[in-house]
């Protein structure tokens, strides 16, 4: 994480942060990254430090149809760790966006109740 200057653990630690977005960009259909992206992404909903976490998907790298499978990995718990949301990140309008989307997951996302300060 201090390689990329990134220390959203430490800061969401810390209470500087009540809620991190981490952008993790990375093409599904290359097998070796996915992997590598799918590790991020559980170790990312076990250290958020009882603060809230939306993970970012790096949208403008895929097909619309190639996101959600990454959407449902995030939304999905690990044992007992989840992420509070997601977000899709997109510089540039892409034209694979202009096409219709596929539909939304069949469930919405759980939204728990932010953490209350002392």
């Given at each position: 994480?201090?390689?990329?200057?990134?220390?959203?653990?430490?800061?969401?630690?810390?209470?500087l942060l009540d809620l991190a977005v981490p952008m993790n960009y990375a093409r599904e259909t290359r097998r070796p990254r996915a992997r590598l992206v799918q590790r991020v992404d559980c170790l990312e909903k076990r250290h958020k430090a009882g603060r809230q976490l939306a993970i970012g998907i790096g949208a403008?790298?895929?097909?619309?149809?190639?996101?959600?499978?990454?959407?449902?990995r995030v939304r999905s718990p690990q044992g007992r760790h989840r992420a509070d949301g997601m977000?899709?990140?997109?510089?540039?309008?892409?034209?694979?966006?202009?096409?219709?989307?596929?539909?939304?997951?069949?469930?919405p996302a759980v939204v728990p109740d932010p953490p209350r300060r002392r």
């Open positions: 994480m201090q390689r990329v200057f990134q220390d959203w653990q430490g800061w969401l630690s810390e209470g403008y790298l895929s097909a619309p149809e190639a996101c959600w499978p990454q959407a449902a977000s899709f990140f997109s510089y540039y309008p892409s034209p694979r966006w202009r096409r219709p989307l596929p539909p939304a997951p069949p469930r």
